[in-house]
T-cell receptor, first 114, second 110 residues
Framework: EADIYQTPRYLVIGTGKKITLECSQTMGHDKMYWYQQDPGMELHLIHY???????EKGDLSSESTVSRIRTEHFPLTLESARPSHTSQYLC?????????????FGPGTRLTVL | GQSLEQPSEVTAVEGAIVQINCTYQTSGFYGLSWYQQHDGGAPTFLSYNALDGLEETGRFSSFLSRSDSYGYLLLQELQMKDSASYFC???????????FGAGTRLFVKA
């Protein structure tokens, strides 16, 4: 059973606010990811991490930052939220077993910026 | 560039069989995966092919042909609960990132 958690599940905030989306996993996975997904659309990778103190930007230009101080924790921060940031944010982690690298997704945070 | 192509939408009737195709063009290849996502939910892993051939998991099967850069997901005995989006995904060079297709929305009708 995958154990990956995201908080908050829903967030409505005003423009210009700083927010942090939390993501934690208890599977000991080295790799973690943040995706942005609009309803019915594809997943866009915005950040990923190979392990502690390693972070990389993904394919989608983002005004967010991430940190990876502990293996289990991978928070995403928006310094100044804008209406264009309204979307669903999915966190995932993966471990490789026998060549199979399965991504386990959290339930997502649905963000609305007014 | 790196890309995965899959149909945007497929409609089928309950009890039928449906095939969702995926062609990929990536700089590296470490296997083709399939994920299912219901509306409002998170993607969940369905299957993985690293080698050519067919992998079967219950009503779902997945096929890979590396020489053709092509794979498909086969869903048998369709049920209403199979209505969802299905994403194919490829691990890129180095295996650190997974590249997802745009997703195929499957509608199952009674």
């Amino acid at each position: 059973e995958a154990d990956i958690y995201q908080t908050p599940r829903y967030l409505v905030i005003g423009t210009g606010k700083k927010i942090t989306l939390e993501c934690s996993q208890t599977m000991g996975h080295d790799k973690m990811y943040w995706y942005q997904q609009d309803p019915g659309m594809e997943l866009h990778l915005i950040h990923y991490s190979y392990g502690v103190n390693s972070t990389e930007k993904g394919d989608l230009s983002s005004e967010s930052t991430v940190s990876r101080i502990r293996t289990e924790h991978f928070p995403l921060t928006l310094e100044s939220a804008r209406p264009s940031h309204t979307s669903q944010y999915l966190c995932a982690s993966s471990g490789t077993t026998g060549g199979l690298d399965t991504q386990y997704f959290g339930p997502g945070t649905r963000l609305t910026v007014l | 560039g790196q890309s995965l192509e899959q149909p945007s939408e497929v409609t089928a009737v309950e009890g039928a069989i449906v095939q969702i195709n995926c062609t990929y063009q990536t700089s590296g290849f470490y296997g083709l995966s399939w994920y299912q996502q219901h509306d409002g939910g998170a993607p969940t892993f369905l299957s993985y092919n690293a080698l050519d051939g067919l992998e079967e998991t219950g009503r779902f099967s997945s096929f890979l042909s590396r020489s053709d850069s092509y794979g498909y997901l086969l869903l048998q005995e369709l049920q209403m609960k199979d209505s969802a989006s299905y994403f194919c995904a490829v691990r890129d060079t180095g295996g650190f990132k997974t590249i997802f297709g745009a997703g195929t929305r499957l509608f199952v009708k009674a």
